[in-house]
Nanobody, 115 residues
């Protein structure tokens, strides 16, 4: 079993920044597929940023240049740095890991961008 715990969400004004963290209960050094998704009310969950097989990193078009995904294997932690936030970024953000025989999700952290 693998647990993922997200943190760092909150209320921020447009143009502000947040950094989300996802701490994983097992080592992530051998995990290739790790990512951040988000789900806004009434919308489907979508990939925001993710490490993919083959060393590729994917970003949702609308966040390119504003969001950066990174990882610290020593801390078993994945980060999402979000800059120049916009109201349309408001959503619950989830961390996802594919490995150890399954797909695992965290409980989510709420990000609200509003003045």
């Amino acid at each position: 079993q693998v647990q993922l715990v997200e943190s760092g969400g909150g209320l921020v004004q447009p143009g502000g920044s947040l950094r989300l963290s996802c701490v994983v209960s097992r080592t992530i050094s051998s995990i290739n597929v790790l990512g951040w998704y988000r789900q806004a009310p009434g919308k489907q969950r979508e990939l925001v940023a993710g490490f993919r097989s083959g060393g590729r990193t994917d970003y949702l078009d609308s966040v390119k240049g504003r969001f950066t995904i990174s990882r610290d294997n020593a801390r078993n932690t994945v980060y999402l740095q979000m800059n120049n936030l916009k109201p349309e970024d408001t959503a619950v953000y989830f961390c996802n890991l594919i490995g150890y025989g399954s797909s695992y999700w965290g409980q989510g952290t709420q990000v609200t961008v509003s003045s």
